[in-house]
């Protein structure tokens, strides 16, 4: 079973940094898509970043330029520094770890974690 544990979510200042951590166990993690999504408040789940396992990687247009996700095939983890906050960050941030063939499916393939919140404050 795929457990994937997301942590680094907090609360900081419009123009600060944070860095999300997921951390992966029962999957093959390197043969993975993985990926972060948000959801605000009233809002629809949507892509962040993802990350293949050739490396290739897609980031929402909001988000370029200020957030960059990586990984670590060694440690199962994939990570999400984000820099430039703004008020409009403000999310549950989920990690996401799916077959490769489902990576740019809109529908929520794969397995979950429980998320972490970020807040930006203005």
């Known amino acids: 079973q795929v457990q994937l544990v997301e942590s680094g979510g907090g609360l900081v200042q419009a123009g600060g940094s944070l860095r999300l951590s997921c951390a992966a166990s029962?999957?093959?993690?390197?043969?993975?898509?993985m990926g972060w999504y948000r959801q605000a408040p009233g809002k629809q789940r949507e892509l962040v970043a993802h990350?293949?396992?050739?490396?290739?990687?897609n980031y929402a247009d909001v988000v370029k330029g200020r957030f960059t996700i990586s990984r670590d095939n060694r440690k199962n983890t994939v990570y999400l520094q984000m820099n430039s906050l703004k008020p409009e960050d403000t999310a549950g941030y989920y990690c996401n770890a799916r077959a490769i063939q489902y990576t740019n499916s809109a529908l929520p393939f794969g397995s979950w974690g429980q998320g972490t919140q970020v807040t930006v404050s203005s």
């Open positions: 990350s293949t396992p050739g490396g290739t990687t």
């Open positions: 029962g999957t093959i993690f390197s043969f993975n898509t």
